[in-house]
């Protein structure tokens, strides 16, 4: 059973993960994501991790793709792209060797391992899989309070990046077009037509 | 302590088992789909009370009929996939929407007897199992997760229509949905202060053995979980993904036929569920009364049937009576007042909790608590003002610099 | 463990046989003659004038970004509400030190007016709002202009 369960996640979550890669649509590229990330949560599940199984879910494919696919929205790229411009100058040649070494590192990995492939089994699960929140939590917060903290000061700076990145230009800006003013100020109400 | 299992399913898995296991998903499916029927039938017949009209009244007594009818006109009723769509996501997006509306109702006990210490389990042909149908240790977390998947419904189905209300209906209503997700989620966290479990079952369980949690959490987050679960329900008042005046039908304006009919049931479905969830958290989920030992297993049934309603009814009567808020208004009720107010209680309830354990005195770390928020929304408000007021300034700055060209424009 | 998520399966099954079951009657029972007006963009009946919009306003982004970061919290929240009877008072000061980091934040925000939504509020205007030298001409230049209710006012700059 567990078997089985694992085979098709893991169908499910390298399929996604190859959709990604191959997707020439940018929404459908984040979709193949989502699949691969509810595949890696039922992985968490079959581990009993079910609360980092949720977390999984709601996070990664409840906030963060949504932000990807805001992104997208928000800069009308879902059209194909012109594959022919590097916006960073020689972008490729250092993907492909990063790659590479990953995979070199991954193959050396697994090469080296004493277990083999599939590694040592892991110890015998403390508590039960309903008690494990409340294990997650009181080591998160009391052995690992340091990193607990630290996480909090990320999501400030993230904050105060996202909030710098967003914000409007200072200092004198370009008229507006007459014609893109009449329109603007037609329908002031409605969110979407805002004027930032 | 209880750890979050249905006996059911934990020593093995057999024939009978399956059976059982199949006999309640059928009828939760069942269940759900009737119900969906008799709750559209219920809000029309409800809203036209109160706008003094009579409603559905042709198909069936009283009109019950109707939605039937209407779910069964639209089988017939010509399918079109609009050119400019994206074909593989515009057939997508119903089953994002209509499967988590379906399995989120799949945590909510509906029966089994809670009172006098009774943990709710019930004998099916002869083993023993709760009235939902699963228990998932992260229960309540489960329900988060499919709501967060239900924005892709709704955002996919906006953005590949390929047309521009749609579009406009889908960013409006993502972005309001995970905003009052926020909200929820922290209403919910009291909650699991309060119940120290994330199953459904053991917070009914909690709630059955002391007081509902709609008073042991100070009725704040009841509120603003009800406030924020009718945002996400994308309710009235709510409702600007579909503001007709200004976005025709909102994210499903291209959709047609059944795949229209899929959107619509999974809202209902998701009111439903709702509905549920509310009276799981908040009102002790099955718990009552027992008043006849007869058939003493109705009442449990009864009893939730009883408060879902008075929460349904509440839905109904809010679109009654509540003009739609502006997109602006929308906004700064859920991140300028839920958000933070529901923050601030979780965080008071909390030093309360731990401070009756330490043994402190209640009254001076209210007031030390109290005083402590009061600081924080000051600040708030103040960060609110300053924002305004910067805005204002900018407004009239870009006013100045486009006063040139406007009034240019005004004389020709 | 695993069968306590068996009658979930057993739902999305259902579910989803229903919604391809559902496709698939449609599919038999209804009529199908397309023609290009039917699938064009809706547009109640008329020729689409403007095109949908490419781009959107920056702060559906930062909704969703402040939204990963709240969510992020919550998530921390979630396991030291079910375990914050073990922890007493360290855990709280914990958590509290957690959550003024994430307001502290969360004030910083809003004070940038990363939230500031709709029509700009002139709620500070006292006194006379319509000024003594408004007339049916400044009204009509008022109309013709489109800059709604800064002309005609005092302070104003016209």
């Known amino acids: ?80 792209d012109d594959l022919g411009i590097e916006p960073i100058a020689g972008q490729r040649p250092l993907a492909a060797v990063v790659g590479m070494s990953l995979a070199g590192l991954l193959a050396t990995v697994l090469l080296v391992a004493v277990d083999g492939l599939t590694g040592a089994p892991a110890g015998t699960p403390i508590g039960d899989a309903g008690d494990n929140t409340r294990r997650l939590g009181e080591a998160l917060f009391t052995d690992m309070v340091f990193a607990v903290e630290l996480t909090a000061i990320l999501l400030t700076v993230a904050v105060v990046g996202a909030v710098a990145l967003a914000r409007r230009l200072s200092g004198p800006m370009q008229p507006l077009p007459v014609v893109a003013i009449a329109e603007v100020d037609d329908d002031p109400d409605e969110a979407t037509g805002d004027d930032s | 302590m209880i750890l979050a299992a249905d006996p059911l399913l934990v020593d093995g898995i057999d024939l009978t088992v399956v059976l059982i296991v199949l006999l309640k998903a059928g009828v939760a499916f069942a269940l759900l789909l009737v119900a969906v029927m008799l709750v559209i039938w219920f809000e029309r017949k409800l809203i036209s009370d109160m706008q003094n009209r009579i409603g559905p009244a042709l198909a069936g007594p009283w009109g019950i009929l109707q939605t039937l009818a209407d779910g069964i006109k639209l089988f017939f009723k010509e399918d079109l996939l609009p050119t400019r769509a994206d074909r593989v996501v515009f057939r997508l997006a119903p089953y994002l929407s209509i499967i988590p509306a379906f399995v989120a109702f799949a945590i909510v006990p509906v029966g089994g007897d809670f009172s006098d210490g009774g943990d709710g389990t019930v004998s099916m042909f002869g083993r023993s199992t709760f009235l939902q149908v699963a228990d998932p240790p992260v229960g309540v977390l489960f329900f988060l997760a499919l709501s967060a998947v239900a924005v892709y419904g709704v955002m996919l189905a906006g953005w590949s229509s390929g047309s521009k209300y749609p579009l406009l209906g889908s960013v409006r209503a993502s972005a309001q949905m995970i905003s009052y997700e926020a909200a929820l989620g922290l209403a919910i966290a009291t909650v699991f202060l309060s119940s120290g479990s994330l199953s459904t079952h053991d917070i009914v369980v909690g709630q059955s053995a002391t007081t509902w949690n709609v008073l042991a959490t100070g009725i704040v987050p009841f509120g603003i ?54 009276v799981t958290l908040f009102l002790g989920g099955p718990a009552g009364p027992i008043v006849t030992q007869r058939v003493a297993w109705v009442w449990p049934l009864f009893w939730f049937f009883l408060k879902v309603m008075a929460f349904l009814f509440t839905f109904v009567w809010l679109r009654a009576t509540l003009p739609r808020f502006r997109y602006d208004q929308l906004m700064d009720l859920g991140w300028k007042v839920l958000i933070p ?41 103040g960060a609110v003002r300053k924002a305004q007021a910067e805005r204002l300034e900018e407004a009239d700055r870009g006013a100045d610099e486009t006063a040139g060209s406007a009034s240019g424009l005004g004389e020709a | 463990m695993l069968g306590q998520y068996l009658p979930i399966v057993f739902l999305i099954v259902l579910a989803f046989l229903f919604a391809a079951l559902s496709f698939f009657a449609s599919r038999l029972l209804a009529p199908r003659s397309p023609n290009d007006k039917k699938e064009a963009p809706y547009e109640c009946g008329i020729i689409p004038g403007r095109e949908a919009p490419e781009r959107f306003p920056v702060r559906f982004f930062l909704v969703a970004m402040i939204f990963i970061v709240f969510d992020i919290e919550i998530i921390f929240f979630y396991p030291w ?14 958590v509290l030190v957690f959550s003024l980091a994430v307001f502290e934040s969360f004030v910083y925000l809003i004070g940038n007016g990363a939230l500031e939504w709709g029509p700009i509020r002139r709620e500070a205007q006292t006194g006379d709002v319509v000024s003594a030298t408004r007339t049916t001409s400044t009204t009509v230049s008022r109309a013709g202009i489109r800059q709604v209710g800064l002309e005609g006012r005092t302070g104003g700059d016209s």
């Open chain 2, 225 to 278: 979980f009800l406030i924020a679960g009718t945002a996400e329900l994308n309710r009235p008042p709510f409702d600007l993904v579909e503001a007709e005046q200004e976005l025709v039908g909102g994210f499903h304006t291209e959709y047609s036929s059944i795949r229209f009919a899929l959107f619509f049931l999974s809202e209902f479905m998701n009111m439903i569920t709702m509905s549920a969830i509310a």
């Open chain 1, 1 to 80: 059973m567990e078997v089985a369960v694992f085979i098709v996640s893991a169908v499910v979550v390298l399929s996604g993960a190859l959709g990604v890669l191959l997707a020439r649509n940018p929404v459908h590229a984040a979709l193949f994501l989502v699949q691969t990330l509810f595949g890696v949560a039922v992985l968490f599940v079959l581990l009993d991790a079910t609360f980092l199984a949720a977390v999984q879910v709601m996070v990664y494919a409840g906030a963060i793709v949504i932000l990807f696919l805001f992104v997208i929205m928000l800069l009308g790229v879902d059209r194909a």
């Open chain 2, 341 to 381: 107010a529901a923050l601030g209680w979780f965080l008071l309830i909390a030093t309360l909790d731990v401070a009756a354990d330490l043994g402190w005195p209640t009254i001076p770390v209210v007031i030390v608590g109290v005083l402590v928020l009061w600081g924080g929304a000051s600040l708030l408000s």
């Open chain 3, 81 to 94: 509400a079910i375990a914050h009877g073990e922890m007493g008072l360290f855990g709280l000061i914990a």
